[in-house]
């Protein structure tokens, strides 16, 4: 197929230019801010819409170098463990677990649901898993790997292609659902913030200035250098964990190294000025979020979609309506009811149909919004991005092996 290949400087510049093109349209479009829908969501799916408009008309596919955007990603969960508390971390060791046994079950319900579907359709059983956690939790990563596995166990050919189009519509459901679905919670709970106006992942909309945490170029490079400190350890800890047989992302060992970093740096070297939970490392983390997602919606071949299918697509709509199902009825009731189970009831909607950093930009655009819920900011990503790749592994193994 004939294609175009975008260079990496240029991807990320467009990538700013997503963003800002977000930011004009959700203040054009009243119904995009209202539901918290992320301003790089709005703007990537806009371009996407646009690349797969010039791919129908030319035959050429658009491809995009995204180099950059898996730097920014790394140094976007480094900002995250460099914001955790071991304080947040006790208080949170049982929502912690609520949210991994819950995770496990719904990982564990969207491959039942995968399979009925796809037995409705008369499709192969082990095919059950593109889409299922495979695609949707898994991801593009996921699914691009079993892909390939299940065609030659199958002959189904088409088995790696429905993969990738199934986690690409997961995404954009990802990116689209969670903010409506903590609206709703928030607004029919008449739900609110009980946390200090600390600067977790983004600044607030309507942040005042505070001349004891002033943002200039010594406090940016001064949070630059934890991350990059934090991302250089964390990358030693990766090359160790691969040693030892372990499939990991970089960016888990640098949120944990970046969570010891914070909990024994300030106690051992007072002296110092720690830029944990200021607003210049919010800065930094939301600036990389930012232009990460951007980056990861406008390069969406929506194309791929259409080799679908509507039995395909038919399945994808009943894991859509048991997600919300399971959410609302169960999911936010058993986070506590609370503001907070707001917040992670966006989180566990953009993780579980999409991916962990769409995850963070939900309940980001959330808490900009309503205010702050940090200890669900530390408590989805260790649950999102560690424990799920492992476990997914071995759910996959079970249904493809049925």
Same mark, same amino acid.
Request: proline fraction near 5%; glycine fraction near 10%.
């Given at each position: 197929?004939?294609?175009? &290949?975008?260079?990496?400087?240029?991807?990320?510049?467009?990538?700013? #230019?997503?963003?800002?093109?977000?930011?004009?349209?959700?203040? =054009?479009?009243?119904?995009?801010?209202?539901?918290?829908?992320?301003?790089?969501?709005?703007? %990537?799916?806009?371009?996407? $819409?646009?690349?797969?408009?010039?791919?129908?008309?030319?035959?050429?596919?658009?491809?995009?170098?995204?180099?950059?955007? !898996?730097?920014?990603?790394? #140094? @976007?969960?480094?900002?995250?463990?460099?914001?955790?508390?071991?304080?947040?971390?006790? =208080?949170?060791?049982?929502?912690?677990?609520?949210?991994?046994?819950?995770?496990?079950? *719904?990982?564990?319900?969207?491959?039942? #649901?995968?399979?009925?579907?796809?037995?409705?359709?008369?499709?192969?059983?082990?095919?059950?898993?593109?889409?299922?956690?495979?695609? $949707?939790?898994?991801?593009?990563?996921?699914?691009?790997?079993?892909?390939?596995?299940?065609?030659?166990?199958?002959?189904?050919?088409?088995?790696?292609?429905?993969?990738?189009?199934?986690?690409?519509?997961?995404?954009?459901?990802?990116?689209?659902?969670?903010?409506?679905?903590?609206?709703?919670? &928030?607004?029919?709970?008449?739900?609110?913030?009980?946390?200090?106006?600390?600067?977790?992942?983004?600044?607030?909309? !309507?942040?005042?200035?505070?001349?004891? !945490?002033?943002?200039?170029?010594?406090?940016?490079?001064?949070?630059?250098?934890?991350?990059?400190?934090?991302?250089?350890?964390?990358?030693?800890?990766?090359?160790?964990?691969?040693?030892?047989?372990?499939?990991?992302?970089?960016?888990?060992?640098?949120?944990?190294?970046?969570?010891?970093?914070?909990?024994?740096? /300030?106690?051992?070297?007072?002296?110092?000025?720690? /830029?944990?939970?200021? =607003?210049?490392?919010?800065?930094?983390?939301?600036?990389?979020?930012?232009?990460?997602?951007?980056?990861?919606?406008?390069?969406?071949?929506?194309?791929?979609?259409?080799?679908?299918?509507?039995?395909?697509?038919?399945?994808?709509?009943?894991?859509?309506?048991?997600?919300?199902?399971?959410? $609302?009825?169960? @999911? @936010?009731?058993?986070?506590?009811?609370?503001?907070? %189970?707001?917040?992670?009831?966006?989180?566990?909607?953009?993780?579980?149909?999409?991916?962990? /950093?769409?995850?963070?930009?939900?309940?980001?655009?959330?808490? =900009?919004?309503?205010?702050?819920?940090?200890?669900?900011?530390?408590?989805?990503?260790?649950?999102?991005? *560690? @424990?799920?790749?492992?476990?997914?592994?071995? &759910?996959?193994?079970? *249904?493809?092996?049925?």
């Amino acid at each position: 197929m004939p294609e175009i &290949i975008v260079p990496a400087f240029i991807s990320v510049t467009l990538g700013f #230019v997503v963003f800002f093109l977000g930011a004009f349209l959700t203040r =054009k479009i009243v119904v995009l801010g209202d539901y918290n829908i992320p301003e790089p969501v709005s703007g %990537g799916l806009a371009v996407a $819409l646009l690349t797969w408009g010039f791919f129908a008309i030319t035959g050429q596919q658009i491809t995009f170098d995204l180099e950059v955007r !898996d730097y920014l990603l790394v #140094v @976007f969960f480094a900002t995250i463990g460099l914001n955790a508390q071991i304080a947040d971390l006790f =208080k949170g060791g049982r929502l912690l677990l609520l949210l991994l046994g819950l995770t496990l079950a *719904f990982m564990v319900l969207q491959n039942v #649901v995968g399979l009925l579907g796809v037995t409705l359709f008369g499709l192969p059983a082990a095919t059950s898993v593109l889409v299922g956690s495979a695609s $949707l939790i898994g991801g593009h990563g996921t699914a691009i790997a079993w892909g390939p596995q299940i065609e030659e166990l199958t002959r189904f050919g088409a088995a790696p292609e429905m993969g990738v189009a199934a986690a690409t519509l997961g995404l954009i459901l990802a990116a689209v659902l969670g903010g409506p679905i903590a609206k709703r919670l &928030i607004d029919r709970n008449s739900l609110q913030s009980d946390q200090a106006d600390e600067p977790i992942v983004g600044l607030e909309f !309507d942040d005042k200035e505070n001349p004891d !945490d002033l943002i200039n170029h010594v406090s940016l490079m001064r949070g630059m250098l934890a991350v990059h400190v934090a991302i250089l350890l964390g990358y030693i800890v990766h090359l160790g964990i691969i040693e030892a047989g372990v499939k990991l992302p970089l960016f888990v060992p640098c949120l944990l190294v970046g969570i010891v970093m914070s909990n024994t740096i /300030p106690y051992l070297m007072p002296s110092i000025t720690w /830029p944990a939970r200021t =607003k210049s490392l919010a800065v930094i983390s939301d600036y990389c979020l930012s232009v990460f997602l951007a980056m990861s919606l406008m390069s969406l071949q929506l194309w791929t979609l259409a080799e679908l299918g509507g039995p395909i697509l038919a399945v994808l709509v009943l894991q859509v309506v048991m997600t919300v199902a399971f959410i $609302l009825l169960i @999911f @936010f009731r058993l986070m506590g009811s609370n503001y907070q %189970g707001a917040v992670l009831s966006a989180g566990f909607a953009g993780f579980t149909l999409g991916a962990t /950093p769409t995850a963070i930009a939900n309940m980001s655009s959330v808490t =900009k919004r309503y205010g702050p819920a940090p200890l669900a900011f530390i408590v989805l990503p260790l649950v999102s991005a *560690f @424990f799920v790749d492992l476990a997914n592994a071995v &759910i996959i193994q079970f *249904f493809v092996n049925l």
